[in-house]
């Protein structure tokens, strides 16, 4: 699948895209001039088809969770390009942070302010009998 707008096939591409934004979305609509344009910017600002179903499938589970308006798939609002690059990099965001590499060590424990407290009081005591016995003589 061609991802430049310029190499040859612009318009399967734009027929392609069309078809499957209405595969994906379950609606019938004729691909009409306007709709092509739109499909025409959308391929020469860079997106693809990839792209565009990584959006759509993002759409449709935010949609589902009632956090977006269906309005969202709306040909129309979908390829507005700033809002569909927003929507892309929204699909791209990761929430959880990733998990550790194998063989990395595991993470640090974290402590309370009083553990960390505890433990600075008892380094400063063994740290005191260390200098005591060096200055003994003892080992």
Known sequence: MPQNPNAGGLAELIAQAHQLYCQWTGQTLP????????????????????????VLRYLQK???????????LKLSNLLQLDRFEEDLQISRVRLASPPPPVGAPPPACILSLAQQERGRQRALEQLRNLKNQLRKGQP
């Open 31 to 54: 691909l009409r001039f306007d709709r092509e344009r739109l499909w025409y910017e959308f391929l020469r600002a860079g997106f693809t088809l990839e792209d565009l179903g990584q």
């Open 62 to 72: 935010e949609i589902r969770h009632s956090r977006r308006n269906v309005g969202a």
